[in-house]
């Protein structure tokens, strides 16, 4: 589901059919091509091949799509298939975050391999799974042996979830299919803006990650877009990486950290995923040597009707 799609996969003979966000299809044409070369069948979302694509066509015959309302139409595809497609979750929910911490296990080990140990741990975050893997086993280390490690979860401020959200129950999805979660969210409607980071263009959040940073236990920034690519330039003109534009969000944070302690004249060890590369992402990169991309902040405005949409519970 990451990169902007919901997927419906058959796991029998390994059949997919991936409905990828309108403007990911159209942004990210060698994601898709990847996913063809296998067989999957790519569909632009919203489309009139569901009931909640056409939905979302009557009301806007324009629109760029979002994740909330791939996952309708793949939940859908699933629903009325009689069996044949098994709908596939690989963000957002719980099980998924503690699967994914075998990363930051793994990174524990690493710091102990060249005796260190972060002060601030520095991830991504769109659903929340990603941010999560790195994060939660230094959180333990907080909580049960009395580290004192910070975590900082970085989203676009095109969708600002987490810094502008409301924490609220709503549903995962957004044509009302999924079960009601309680997170931090700009609603179930929400359509972003069509920014190059297609896997962090979620409308709310995991869980697990809302109520630690309801409860303090994790901080949250959101950086604008043209920022995002300029630490990635840095990042590959001195790392030899291109990362992937959700990646770059982690390496944004990243480099404020770095900034911050060497303007407050202080050792900071900071430790960050670098989840993805951007091989396939550089159109985006295009545009913006190009001087295309612009930064965008949602408007609080749109945050404010959505909040009235809200389920009542």
């Given at each position: 589901?990451?990169?902007?799609?919901?997927?419906?996969?058959?796991?029998?003979?390994?059949?997919?059919?991936?409905?990828?966000?309108?403007?990911?299809?159209?942004?990210?044409?060698?994601?898709?091509?990847?996913?063809?070369?296998?067989?999957?069948?790519?569909?632009?979302?919203?489309?009139?091949?569901?009931?909640?694509?056409?939905?979302?066509?009557?009301?806007?015959?324009?629109?760029?799509?979002?994740?909330?309302?791939?996952?309708?139409?793949?939940?859908?595809?699933?629903?009325?298939?009689?069996?044949?497609?098994?709908?596939?979750?690989?963000?957002?929910?719980?099980?998924?975050?503690?699967?994914?911490?075998?990363?930051?296990?793994?990174?524990?080990?690493?710091?102990?391999?060249?005796?260190?140990?972060?002060?601030?741990?520095?991830?991504?975050?769109?659903?929340?799974?990603?941010?999560?893997?790195?994060?939660?086993?230094?959180?333990?280390?907080?909580?049960?042996?009395?580290?004192?490690?910070?975590?900082?979860?970085?989203?676009?401020?095109?969708?600002?979830?987490?810094?502008?959200?409301?924490?609220?129950?709503?549903?995962?999805?957004?044509?009302?299919?999924?079960?009601?979660?309680?997170?931090y969210t700009l609603g179930h409607g929400f359509v972003p803006a069509p920014l190059h980071a297609g896997g962090l263009r979620?409308?709310?959040?995991?869980?697990?990650?809302?109520?630690?940073?309801?409860?303090?236990?994790?901080?949250?920034?959101?950086?604008?877009?043209?920022?995002?690519?300029?630490?990635?330039?840095?990042?590959?003109?001195?790392?030899?990486?291109?990362?992937?534009?959700?990646?770059?969000?982690?390496?944004?944070?990243?480099?404020?950290?770095?900034?911050?302690?060497?303007?407050?004249?202080?050792?900071?060890?900071?430790?960050?995923?670098?989840?993805?590369?951007?091989?396939?992402?550089?159109?985006?990169?295009?545009?913006?040597?190009?001087?295309?991309?612009?930064?965008?902040e949602y408007p609080q405005a749109a945050i404010e009707r959505a909040m009235a949409e809200l389920p009542q519970v």
């Open positions: 589901m990451g990169h902007g799609a919901g997927q419906a996969c058959n796991f029998f003979d390994m059949a997919c059919r991936v409905y990828m966000v309108r403007i990911s299809y159209e942004q990210k044409p060698y994601r898709r091509a990847i996913m063809q070369s296998f067989g999957a069948e790519v569909s632009s979302s919203p489309g009139d091949s569901t009931q909640a694509g056409r939905m979302i066509l009557e009301q806007d015959p324009d629109s760029t799509g979002s994740l909330g309302i791939a996952i309708s139409e793949a939940v859908e595809a699933a629903a009325t298939s009689d069996g044949r497609y098994k709908y596939a979750l690989g963000s957002v929910l719980n099980h998924v975050l503690m699967h994914q911490t075998v990363i930051g296990q793994e990174c524990l080990q690493q710091m102990a391999l060249a005796d260190e140990y972060p002060d601030v741990v520095v991830g991504p975050v769109g659903g929340g799974s990603n941010f999560a893997g790195i994060a939660l086993p230094f959180l333990r280390r907080n909580l049960r042996e009395g580290q004192s490690t910070r975590l900082l979860g970085v989203e676009p401020a095109a969708c600002p979830s987490l810094t502008r959200g409301t924490y609220a129950y709503d549903f995962g999805d957004t044509a009302g299919m999924t079960p009601l979660v309680k997170m979620y409308h709310g959040m995991a869980s697990i990650i809302c109520e630690l940073y309801d409860q303090g236990l994790m901080e949250a920034q959101a950086v604008p877009q043209l920022e995002t690519f300029e630490a990635a330039l840095t990042f590959a003109r001195s790392e030899g990486i291109i990362p992937a534009p959700e990646a770059a969000h982690g390496i944004a944070g990243a480099i404020r950290e770095a900034q911050a302690a060497k303007e407050a004249g202080d050792e900071r060890v900071i430790l960050f995923n670098l989840c993805g590369h951007g091989h396939f992402d550089m159109s985006a990169y295009d545009a913006y040597l190009g001087g295309e991309l612009t930064d965008y």
